[in-house]
C-alpha cells in the first residue's frame, strides 16, 4: 500500500471544501436550541435554477446526503428542503433538534461536474430558550431588512426592544409600547400569538454594520439575544421587463407601457430606455405609442443602474403593421406579447384565503388550451391547464369563458410558499403567448375589530328562542379562531369558543350583561366592541335589551314587536266571535223556552163557573200556587183586602207525573200565579150588581 505525505492531505481537503466562485452561499455559524427548529437559506445564481439541491453533513464533496429536491420538494425524517428557483434560494428546515446534530453540513448543487458547496457550521445548545433567532443577518445598502426573535410563551405580556451592543448595557433603539414601536428609520412589531417579534430597518447604510441585540423586559435579568448585521453594496441585478396592467391593445387611440425593474442591488438605481444606441428615456416605464413610430421595426432595450455597475434588459421588439390612422403594432419581449395577453402584473394573497387571476385574451385564442404555470420563461412548469373550458390539479383550479375572452386561475388556501413568478399562458402551434404575473402571498393582522350583530329568528318560545350574536373578522390570514367573553366583577369568563353567541332567558342570572369576542390567528388577537344585555322582565314570558355599538333591540323569549301587534288585533277578533256566540246560545235557549210555553195548555179563568168546572176536573188533587208580585203589583195586599172584589191570576201549572193514567191519582200539581194590574188579553171583566165601578180589580192567568 502506498503511503501518502501527510502534509499533502492540508491541500486536498482545502481543494474539497472550497465553493465554486459565489454561486453558492449561506449563513454561518447556525445556533439552534434543543427541541426547537431551525431553517437555512441557501442562495444560488440564476444558471442553477434547474438543477436539484441536496443538504449534506459533512464539509467536502464526500458528505453524506441527508435530503434532496425531487422537483421542487424533498423531504426524509427530520428534515425536508424546498427550492425557490424565482428568488434563487433553497431553503432546509431542521425540526426538533437533538443536541447530536451539532456538526458541520454542506449547501450543495448537482452538475454534471464539479459540485457548488457552501459550509455551514451548525451549533445546537440545551439553552432554556428564552431569545433566540438568527445570529447573522445580512442586508443590502439603501434597502430593508427584517429580523425574527424568537421567545417562550411565559414572555409575551413584557415589552421587547432592539438594542445596539451585544451586552447589558446595549443603547436601545426600538421598544414595544403596547405591540409596536417606531423610531427614525426602524419599527418592531410584537406578536405574542405566534412568539415572535419583529425589528425592521429601512434605508439600510453601511454604517449599520454591528452587532445587536434582541431584549425583552423583565423585573430582573432581562434574556438577549446578540445579532450580527452585515450591510454591503450589493451590484445591480439584470433588470426584468414586464408589461403594466392592463396591457392594452395597442390602436391610435392607445398605448402599451413596458416595465423595467431590477429586483436585487444596492440602492438608489436608475433607469433608461434605449432605441439601439440612442437614449430615449430616463424612467423605468416606456410608453409606446402609434404616433412615435417611424418605420416597421423598433428594438429597446433598459439599463439599471448604480454605485456598482450596470446591466441591461432583454430586448423589447415592436413590429408595426399599419400606420396613420388604421395604426397596428405588437409588441414583444422574451414570452410576453402586447395584446394576445393581459392580467394583473401584481396580485397580493392572504394565507388561508383564495386568490383569482383574471387572464383577458383576444378572440383568436377562444379555442386554444390556457394553462397556469409556475415561472416567467417557456422552461416554466405547468401548475394546471384546461381540458375543454375547465382544469383542476390540487388547489389550483382554471375556467376559460370563450364569449368574454377572459380565463380565470383560482388558488385556493394559499400558502406563503406560493409566492413567486406566474404565467399566464395560451398553447399555440407556434409561439406561446405569455404575460407574468408575480404573487405575493403574506399574513395579513386581524382586522381592528371583529364586526358583531344579532339575529333574531321569526318565532319565539320562551324554550327555544334566542338573540344570535355573529362575530366575523373580515380580514387575516386564515384559520381564525372565535371565543365569546362574559365580563364580570370577578374577571373575564370564556363561555364560548364559536364565532356565534346565543342569548337565552334561562340563561340571565342579573339584571345585567356584557359579552365581547375575541378573533385570533397565528399573526395576533383582536377584540369586539361590547354587548350589553338589559333584563326588563325575569317573569315569564322574559324580555331583555341587547345593545350593539349604540343600537337596541327588543327581544321577548314569547313575542317580537310585531308578534305583540299580531296578538292584539287576535284579541280583538276572538273576544268578538265569543261574545257573539254567547248572543247566539241565549237566542237559542230564549226561542225553545218560548215554544215550550206555547205548548202547555193556557187555561182562563175569567167565570166563576169556568173556575169550578176546572176544579171538578182536579179532584182530589193538591193544588199549590206561588203569587208573585213583579213590579209594582200589589197582588198580596189585594188578596187580603178585596172583600167583595174579583181577583184574576194567571196560573202556570206543571203536572208531575210521567203519564196520563197517573194524573188523576195522587197528582200534585204546582202553579206560579203571575198578578197583573190590568186585565189580560182575552179575559172579559165582569161586572157584578151592586160593585163600585172604581173599585180596583186584580186580574190572573192561570195556564197549567
Known amino acids: 500500500m502506498v503511503s501518502l505525505d501527510k502534509t499533502m492531505w492540508i491541500p486536498m481537503l482545502l481543494i474539497y471544501s472550497l465553493p465554486v466562485s459565489d454561486a453558492l452561499r449561506a449563513e454561518t455559524p447556525v445556533r439552534g436550541v434543543v427541541g426547537k427548529n431551525i431553517t437555512i437559506d441557501c442562495h444560488y445564481e440564476s444558471q442553477y435554477r434547474s438543477h436539484t439541491k441536496y443538504w449534506c453533513h459533512g464539509w467536502t464533496r464526500r458528505c453524506k446526503v441527508e435530503v434532496e429536491t425531487n422537483g421542487r420538494h424533498g423531504r426524509r425524517g427530520r428534515e425536508s428542503i424546498t427550492d425557490n428557483p424565482e428568488r434563487g434560494i433553497f431553503t432546509v428546515t431542521v425540526e426538533d433538534l437533538h443536541s447530536g446534530d451539532t456538526g458541520w453540513y454542506s449547501c450543495g448543487i448537482t452538475t454534471s461536474g464539479l459540485d457548488p458547496m457552501f459550509n455551514v457550521q451548525l451549533q445546537v445548545s440545551d439553552v432554556s430558550g428564552a431569545l433566540w433567532g438568527k445570529q447573522r443577518v445580512e442586508g443590502v445598502v439603501g434597502r430593508a431588512v427584517t429580523i425574527d426573535c424568537h421567545y417562550e410563551a411565559k414572555y409575551r405580556p413584557h415589552a421587547k426592544y432592539w438594542c445596539q451592543g451585544w451586552t447589558g448595557q446595549c443603547r436601545v433603539l426600538l421598544e414595544t409600547n403596547g405591540q409596536h414601536g417606531r423610531s427614525g428609520r426602524g419599527s418592531i412589531t410584537d406578536n405574542p400569538a405566534r412568539g415572535i417579534f419583529t425589528v425592521t430597518v429601512e434605508d439600510l447604510r453601511s454604517g449599520d454594520t454591528g452587532w445587536y441585540s434582541c431584549g425583552i423586559t423583565t423585573s430582573g435579568y432581562d434574556p438577549l439575544f446578540n445579532v450580527h448585521l452585515t450591510v454591503s453594496d450589493e451590484p445591480v441585478s439584470v433588470p426584468v421587463l414586464g408589461f403594466l396592467s392592463p396591457a392594452n391593445v395597442p390602436d391610435v387611440r392607445g398605448s402599451v407601457t413596458v416595465s423595467c425593474k431590477s429586483e436585487r442591488g444596492s440602492l438608489p438605481i436608475s433607469y433608461t430606455w434605449y432605441e439601439n444606441t440612442l437614449k430615449i428615456s430616463n424612467n423605468n416605464n416606456l410608453d409606446l405609442r402609434c404616433r412615435s413610430f417611424k418605420q416597421q421595426s423598433h428594438q429597446y432595450y433598459c439599463k439599471a443602474s448604480n454605485d456598482n455597475g450596470t446591466k441591461s434588459s432583454e430586448m423589447v ?25 393581459r392580467a394583473e402584473t401584481l396580485v397580493k394573497g392572504v394565507v388561508g384565503k383564495n386568490i383569482t387571476i383574471d387572464c383577458h385574451y383576444e378572440s383568436q385564442y ?19 391547464e384546461t ?31 406560493d409566492t413567486g413568478r406566474y404565467s399566464c399562458g395560451i398553447t399555440t402551434y407556434g409561439y406561446d403567448p405569455m404575460f407574468n404575473v408575480q404573487l405575493q402571498v403574506s399574513d395579513d393582522p386581524l382586522s381592528t375589530f371583529p364586526a358583531v350583530g344579532a339575529t333574531i329568528p321569526g318565532n319565539f318560545s320562551c324554550r327555544g328562542g334566542s338573540v344570535t350574536v355573529s362575530c366575523e373578522s373580515v380580514r387575516g390570514s386564515l384559520p381564525i379562531s372565535y371565543s365569546w367573553y362574559e365580563k364580570t366583577p370577578s374577571g373575564d369568563s370564556k363561555i364560548s369558543d364559536n364565532n356565534a353567541l346565543d342569548l ?12 365581547y369576542c375575541t378573533a385570533s390567528n397565528k399573526l395576533g388577537s383582536k377584540s369586539s366592541e361590547m354587548v350589553n344585555v338589559s333584563i326588563s322582565s325575569s317573569d315569564v314570558p322574559c324580555s331583555f335589551l341587547v345593545e350593539i355599538n349604540g343600537t337596541e333591540l327588543e327581544y321577548s323569549c314569547q313575542t317580537s314587536k310585531r308578534s305583540k301587534y299580531t296578538s292584539r288585533v287576535t284579541y280583538i277578533v276572538v273576544s268578538g266571535v265569543t261574545v257573539l256566540l254567547l248572543i247566539l246560545i241565549i237566542t237559542f235557549f230564549w226561542h225553545r223556552k218560548r215554544k215550550t210555553k206555547e205548548s202547555k195548555c193556557n187555561t182562563s179563568h175569567g167565570e166563576a163557573n169556568n173556575e169550578t168546572q176546572e176544579m171538578t176536573v182536579l179532584e182530589g188533587t193538591d193544588v199549590y200556587a206561588n203569587l208573585q208580585q213583579l213590579g209594582n203589583n200589589r197582588a198580596g195586599d189585594h188578596l187580603d183586602n178585596n172583600e167583595g172584589e174579583i181577583t184574576y191570576a194567571v196560573v202556570k201549572c206543571q203536572r208531575k207525573t210521567r203519564s196520563r193514567q197517573h194524573a188523576a191519582e195522587n197528582a200534585v200539581v204546582y202553579a206560579d200565579v203571575n198578578f197583573h194590574r190590568n186585565c189580560p188579553k182575552g179575559i172579559r171583566k165582569p161586572h157584578s150588581p151592586g160593585t163600585p165601578e172604581n173599585t180596583e180589580s186584580i186580574y190572573a192567568s192561570v195556564v197549567s
Open 366 to 384: 377562444r379555442s386554444h388550451t390556457k394553462y397556469w404555470c409556475h415561472g416567467w420563461t417557456r422552461c416554466c412548469s405547468a401548475v394546471v
Open 387 to 417: 381540458n375543454g373550458q375547465h382544469g383542476r390539479r390540487g388547489r389550483v383550479s382554471i375556467t376559460d369563458d370563450p364569449e368574454r375572452r377572459i380565463f380565470t386561475v383560482t388558488v385556493g388556501d394559499l400558502h406563503s410558499g
Open 317 to 341: 421588439t415592436v413590429a408595426v403593421s399599419n400606420t396613420g390612422e388604421n395604426c397596428s403594432y405588437v409588441v414583444h419581449f422574451g414570452n410576453n406579447v402586447s395584446g394576445a395577453l
Open 504 to 515: 337565552h332567558c334561562q340563561s340571565f342570572k342579573h339584571q345585567h350583561h356584557q359579552y
